[in-house]
């Protein structure tokens, strides 16, 4: 049965976010209308690692480490062919393993990890992933973050899963100032009920790659527009911001996006099979 988690002190973790003129109360309700409003935009938001079962999960997040989602899919199709299970990967070829991995990048490192991590779930948890987080971050390559989308999708704990997207943007909505995912994982949580922690985090995700971007934010399109602090730090102009929109929302993209607004259940597959017909 799945439980939440309450994120609690941790050791080493400063001061929640610095005094600002607006009340924890406001900025709660401000920080809810925005998790509506993203809801509303993207009712078919989703993890888009591809997996089938916990342990290709947390070796799928392992390998996304500095690469793409869509990298990491395509790889992990012929890895969980050729090694199914934590026991099979355990005994994989380090230079076969290594073969597969490399279009993920440090591959000799992710291959060790991958290695390591196979072993440690046959030597201690039967060729199963715990799922506590306490275990979880004790397994190689695995840190809070991996634990996080490992809990909150495999196994319904909720989770905030802060990355590089979701800190950049937990900053720009002034959820947080901190720059360290796990203080920026405290201040989130607290604005938020347990149960909704895990689809927030997916639709801040699919928010910052789709319209707000790290570099180019595209402000004039935003559907958080109204209540976000930062708007003007893009595009402003609605037409131009448009044109920056990426994914479903990219101009050109409207079949895709009618047919995820469609069957938001099947949504995944669906991105599956617009990926398969990309060049
Ligand atoms: S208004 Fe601009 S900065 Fe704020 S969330 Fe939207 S795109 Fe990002």
Same mark, same amino acid.
């Given at each position: ?5 309450? @994120? ?7 001061? @929640? ?19 509506? $409003? ?15 079962? @916990? ?14 989602? #869509? ?33 993920? +990048? ?18 201690? /948890?039967?060729?199963? %992933? ?11 390559? #695995? ?12 196994? +319904?704990?909720?989770?905030?899963? %802060?990355?590089?997207?979701? +800190? ?15 203080? #920026? ?13 895990? !689809? ?24 958080? $527009?109204?209540?976000?602090?930062? /708007? ?19 101009? +050109? ?18 991105? !599956? ?5 990309? @060049?």
């Amino acid at each position: 049965m799945a439980t939440s988690r309450t @994120p609690g002190a941790a050791p080493g973790v400063a001061a @929640p976010r610095q005094a600002s003129a607006e009340s924890l109360l406001a900025l709660k309700r401000r920080a809810r209308r925005i998790n509506k $409003a993203l809801a509303e935009k993207y009712p078919y938001a989703h993890a888009e690692l591809d997996f089938r079962n @916990p342990f290709e999960l947390v070796v799928a997040t392992v390998l996304s480490a500095q690469t793409t989602d #869509v990298l990491v899919n395509q790889v992990t199709k012929i890895l969980f062919a050729r090694y199914p299970d934590a026991r099979a990967m355990s005994e994989a070829d380090p230079a076969e393993l290594e073969a597969i991995l490399q279009p993920t +990048g440090f591959f000799r490192a992710k291959t060790k990890n991958v290695l390591a991590l196979s072993n440690r779930l046959v030597d201690e /948890y039967n060729g199963e %992933v715990p799922g506590r987080l306490e275990d979880l971050v004790t397994l190689p390559g #695995v840190g809070r973050k991996t634990a996080n989308v490992v809990l909150g999708n495999a196994f +319904g704990v909720p989770g905030i899963t %802060v990355d590089t997207h979701f +800190g950049r943007l937990a900053r720009r909505f002034g959820w947080t100032q901190s720059e360290d995912p796990v203080q #920026v994982e405290f201040d989130v949580a607290e604005l938020f009920e347990p149960r909704d922690w895990t !689809m927030l985090s997916h639709r801040v995700v699919f928010h910052g790659r789709r319209v707000c971007h790290s570099r180019k934010p595209a402000c004039g399109a935003c559907p958080v $527009a109204n209540w976000c602090p930062s /708007y003007g730090l893009g595009e402003t102009d609605p037409l131009k911001a448009a044109k920056l929109l990426k994914y479903e929302l990219a101009p +050109g993209s409207e079949a895709l996006l009618e047919q995820l607004l469609a069957e938001t259940h099947r949504a995944a597959e669906i991105r !599956m099979e617009s990926q398969r017909r990309l @060049p």
